[in-house]
């Protein structure tokens, strides 16, 4: 079983800064992909970034240039960090793994966090 805690969601003011921090837990390979996702209700959860235990990264082109996704391996953690949000970036921000077993691909999610972007 694999378990995905987020921290650090809240209100942000438009043009501040916000961390988001993930660990995850359990029976997970040392090669994955892990990866933010976000979703207001009423619509569908989309990928915001994702990032590749060797480092490669991918950033949905609405936060490209804003967000910054990092991951400590050895620590199991990803992070995003959320510069000059702006109220459209409002969302409950969810945390993703997804990884081979060798037979399929598995793919776990947190419970997500609020980000609301407001003054």
């Known amino acids: 079983q694999v378990h995905l805690v987020e921290s650090g969601g809240g209100l942000v003011q438009p043009g501040g800064s916000l961390r988001l921090s993930c660990v995850a837990s359990?029976?997970?390979?040392?090669?994955?992909?892990m990866a933010w996702y976000r979703q207001v209700p009423g619509q569908q959860r989309l990928l915001v970034a994702s990032?590749?235990?060797?480092?490669?990264?991918e950033y949905a082109d609405s936060v490209k240039g804003r967000f910054s996704i990092s991951r400590d391996i050895a620590k199991n953690t990803v992070f995003l960090r959320m510069d000059t949000p702006k109220p459209e970036d409002t969302a409950v921000y969810y945390c993703?793994?997804?990884?081979?077993?060798?037979?399929?691909?598995?793919?776990?999610w947190g419970k997500g966090t609020q980000v609301t972007v407001s003054s």
């Open positions: 993703n793994t997804k990884f081979s077993n060798g037979i399929t691909w598995l793919e776990f």
């Open positions: 359990g029976d997970i390979p040392s090669v994955n992909v």
């Open positions: 990032i590749t235990t060797g480092g490669n990264t």
